[in-house]
């Protein structure tokens, strides 16, 4: 009976002190990361193809724009292609892939709209001369969740995996847990220099992300369009319509 009395009243004791004292904790967790600089969440974007897709099946396919075909043979992986074009003066062809990954620290409510775009055409001259090389897709294309880029037309949009379009990304987060996701910047004909600066709403306050890219800030990618591909196929260059 005594045992019994002594759980009763517990229970009673907490009824009654948990609506005072969570929200103090609740208030004494906000001044102490406001205290310790602790952010409820992470983002960090990746730029480097080869650890965004890694995990992934050796079949994702890789467009480059290079100033000339070289000598010798590509990266085994299509991964590696990206990093591979950087060192020979190239860049990113058709696609960009950037992935996304949010970590958070706290229970935390986080929404992630569209980017915003800053983009610039560059002289056609400069890619006119070049190349496109490319790996083709050797199996079923990859379609993840992302956030669509065209800075053909300025634009940028949430898109599901069946490619149809969403609403912005909106997560509930429980510490320590993680969301990810991928931004494709796609461009069909022209080359273009942009960045992106990703708005996240944290529990309600705003906070922005910038992305930058390895050309001094900026990423370019160049559109197919006009330029011949070449595929590796037998120790050596071959252009696309010829195999």
């Not at 099946?57 to 085994?76: F, K």
């Not at 800075?151 to 993680?178: F, K």
């Amino acid at each position: 009976m005594t045992d019994l009395i002594i759980a009763v009243t517990g229970a009673m004791i907490m009824l009654i002190i948990t609506p005072v004292f969570h929200p103090l904790s609740r208030k004494l967790e906000s001044i102490s990361q406001r205290i310790y600089r602790i952010k409820p969440v992470s983002v960090h974007v990746e730029t480097d193809p080869s650890i965004a897709w890694a995990g992934f099946p050796n079949w994702i396919a890789a467009w480059v724009w290079l100033p000339r075909l070289p000598d010798g043979s590509p990266p085994e992986h299509p991964t590696d292609w990206r990093n591979w074009a950087l060192n020979l003066g190239g860049c990113d062809a058709y696609v960009t892939v950037l992935k996304v990954t949010i970590t958070s620290r706290t229970p935390t409510t986080v929404v992630v709209d569209q980017p915003k775009l800053r983009f610039e055409k560059m002289p056609a001259e400069l890619s006119r001369g070049g190349v496109i090389a490319t790996n083709p897709v050797g199996g079923a294309a990859l379609e993840p969740r992302r956030i669509e880029v065209r800075p053909e037309i300025g634009t940028s949009m949430w898109i599901d995996e069946e490619g149809q379009s969403i609403r912005p990304l909106g997560l509930t987060l429980s510490p320590g847990e993680v969301e990810q996701f991928y931004i494709f910047t796609r461009v069909d004909s022209g080359l273009y220099e942009w960045r992106l600066e990703l708005p996240v709403l944290v529990d309600g306050k705003r906070t922005t992300v910038p992305i930058s890219g390895p050309h001094e800030g900026w990423f370019r990618t160049c559109g197919l369009e006009d330029l011949k591909e070449h595929v590796y196929i037998d120790n050596s260059w071959q252009i696309v319509d010829a195999v």
